[in-house]
């Protein structure tokens, strides 16, 4: 059966999960119409899904129509869980960007369409709400045109709009079809001159991919409807023309024809050729036919972490045949890996299939060190595929169980979660000992917490990370301390003289033996290291870790009964605070490097966001409409950029942080930080 894989875009709240489920009906797939409102559709399914009345993780729908099964990927449209959308696109060889009739095209649509742009995806438009208030097809087609592409031309026009809407005219067939069940109609008398203007501008645009028909037209002999259906199949496959379609989800019109354009206007696998993947055993480049009778190629696009069923792996197979209960080849990991039954999924469904053949989307439980991105292959003919791009994780909150009981059951639960959303990460920061959860934003961070404690039982609480500020010195300085105590027997005795000299930014942290004539015997010069590196954990400031210091051992004194390992130890310890306090010690921050694109238009206020962030900007490559600021803040004003860039950009801006250098806190700011960490010990 010929295949098609679509992928359904759009901004959040545009009506694609709606559009999925009238398909689903429409196709006779189920047999009863969910809504979003009621919690009832077939893809939003997961509980924080049906609560939130959005959608969160990507789902397969399988539908047959025109004797041709159909993959439709329903993704969410919140900016959050674009990864989701990633893996769908990778996937599929078509695409339907929903559009609201009343919105128009938002920045999701943007974000969306860009995407499928450079994957090169053929794609259809469907304006969908056209029943709702302030719905306008004609003022959306021309926003989809200026802010889209002009490529973007209707194959229907609806009729009516708001409560007024009815049905669509197909401007191919010039036919009307009126309401849920698309019966066919006269086009309205009052409507016929636009839709002829309209099919005249259509035809134009399609005909422009074959010399054959361009010759036909420019001739003024007619053009059967047969050719309009080819050149526009043709132009859409090429990326030459995106057909626009009209409709409500909601009233029930408008699902017949996106089907039927699918069918019509997008490539099956085979159409879409050969693609390129690596072959890890040389290093080369090889093409991988689509085909049944090829060598094995599969890619594992998205993964779910369940406490009962355990892990659940989607699967696009690009050539061969997967087999249930077999064996196939890792080839990112190296390993063989054990297939169990396999699925074809309907929203949370699964029905046992016994193969998935090329072309085609199944799933598979309790893969092992298989994880998303990864290539199942033949391990006589190993492949990798591309992988999938995973927006950057830019906002991180400190991660810590409510309960202290369950920090070990925490720590096994977030790499779960991570192998489940890929666009998470997780790790350590040694200098604040806190766990760090970075996401795409806020709602991410928020569901994601949401997720451990429904999934995994664990109640986790989420703050802004702590800035790992450190104290360093500003001067030298000479410090003598003298550990002496007597008590009954042998009492304690150790001496040492230190020189501190500030490094520079960046040097560490040295510890010197310059002890001259056995002042200090060599076996007690170790403790005395000792003592200098476990004090320099907590500076003289706020207990922040000591940095860029050379610290040297130049003289002391011992007792040969007196002295011992322990005494030289506490010695070092307090000479090395002694010298601090002395060496005007200051606190230092972390400063971040910034990349931000932006729209030009936005420049000026990041520039200014940035000033009062105590950033600077060191320099702007502008072109195509878009700017990269290069710029550099400290970390403390940046905990929050991921929301901030988002609201002062509308969404359309992104950025990548990472770290930079170490520099000196501003005396003002110190004084604070100094004081709120005294407070809080």
């Known amino acids: 059966m010929p295949i098609r894989n679509v992928v359904l875009l759009s901004h959040q709240g545009a009506g694609k999960t709606s559009l999925a489920e009238l398909m689903l009906f429409t196709s006779g797939t189920i047999q009863r119409l969910g809504s979003v409102a009621d919690g009832t559709t077939t893809s939003d399914y997961d509980p924080l899904e049906v609560e939130r009345r959005m959608g969160i993780n990507l789902s397969l729908l399988p539908v047959q129509w025109q004797e041709m099964k159909l993959n439709i990927i329903d993704t969410p449209g919140y900016a959050d869980f674009i990864g989701e959308a990633r893996s769908g696109l990778r996937v599929a060889e078509g695409a339907i960007i929903v559009i609201c009739a009343a919105s128009g095209v938002e920045v999701g649509t943007e974000q ?44 229907q026009l609806p009729i009516g709009s708001q409560k007024d809407f009815q049905g669509i005219i197909d401007l191919v067939t010039m036919k009307a079809y009126i309401g849920a069940d698309s019966q066919e109609a006269e086009i309205p008398s009052a409507l016929r001159e636009q839709a002829e203007a309209s099919r005249e501008k259509l035809v134009e645009a399609a005909v422009e991919v074959d010399d054959e028909l361009i010759n036909k037209y420019l001739g003024g002999e007619s053009i059967n409807n047969e050719e309009i259906f080819a050149a526009i199949r043709k132009s859409t496959i090429a990326g030459r023309l995106v057909p626009v379609f009209a409709g409500s989800a909601l009233k029930g019109v408008g699902s017949r024809q996106v089907l039927n354009g699918i069918c019509s206007y997008l490539p099956s ?22 085909d049944s009778e090829s060598p094995l190629a599969v890619l594992v696009f998205k993964t779910t972490a369940d406490p009962y069923v355990g892990k659940l792996s989607y699967f696009r197979v690009y050539s061969g045949v997967i087999s249930g209960n077999s064996q196939v080849w890792n080839a990112n990991r190296n390993s063989m890996e054990r297939i169990g039954q396999l699925f074809t999924m309907l929203g949370k469904n699964q029905q046992t299939v016994p193969q998935v053949a090329a072309g085609d989307i199944g799933a598979v439980a309790k893969l092992g060190p298989t994880i998303t991105g990864d290539t199942l292959c033949a391990r006589e003919h190993p492949v990798i595929l591309q992988g999938i791009e995973f927006p950057k994780a830019n906002f991180s909150m400190a991660i810590q169980p409510q309960a202290k009981s369950d920090l070990d059951k925490m720590s096994t639960v977030l790499p779960r979660i991570c192998e489940e959303d890929p666009s998470l990460q997780t790790r350590r920061e040694a200098d604040t000992n806190e766990f760090i959860i970075s996401g795409v934003g806020d709602n991410h961070l928020e569901i994601t917490k949401e997720k451990i404690r429904r999934k995994f039982g664990v109640e986790v609480k989420l703050d802004l990370p702590k800035i790992p500020y ?7 300085a000479n410090a003598e301390y003298k550990h002496k105590k007597q008590t009954g027997g042998h009492g304690q005795y150790g001496h040492v003289l230190l020189e501190l000299e500030p490094l520079p930014r960046g040097g560490g942290f040295e510890f010197v033996k310059k002890i001259v004539g056995g002042a200090i015997p060599q076996n007690y010069i170790p403790s005395v290291e000792k003592g200098v590196n476990e004090a320099k954990q907590e500076g003289v400031l706020a207990g922040y870790p000591v940095v860029d210091v050379r610290v040297s051992l130049y003289d002391g004194s011992f007792h040969p009964v007196d002295s011992s390992d322990i005494a030289f130890k506490i010695a070092g310890a307090q000479a090395l605070k002694k010298g601090l306090s002395q060496a005007q010690p200051v606190l230092i921050e972390p400063i971040m490097k910034l990349n931000i694109t932006v729209p030009e238009s936005h420049t000026g206020d990041i520039t200014s966001d940035l000033n009062t ?12 409409g878009i700017n990269v600021i290069e710029a550099q803040a400290p970390y403390a004003e940046l905990l929050r950029y991921a929301l901030n860039l988002r609201s002062l950009t509308q969404g359309r801006g992104s950025f990548v942080m990472e770290f930079d250098h170490y520099e000196e806190v501003p005396a003002h700011l110190s004084q604070k930080i100094i004081a709120e960490k005294k407070t809080a010990s």
């Open 613 to 624: 962030k105590r950033g600077r900007v060191l320099g702007m490559n502008p072109g195509n």
């Open 269 to 290: 696998p085979e159409e879409n050729g050969a693609i390129v993947a690596k072959n890890p055993s040389t290093g080369n480049q090889e093409e991988i036919k689509p």
């Open 470 to 476: 450190k104290e360093t010195i500003t001067v030298s």
């Open 112 to 155: 969306m369409w860009s995407d499928t742009e450079k994957r090169n995806l053929p794609r259809l438009i469907f304006v969908n709400k056209m029943d709702r208030d302030n719905a306008d097809f004609l003022s959306i087609l021309k926003g989809i045109q200026s802010k889209l592409s002009p490529r973007c031309v209707p194959v």
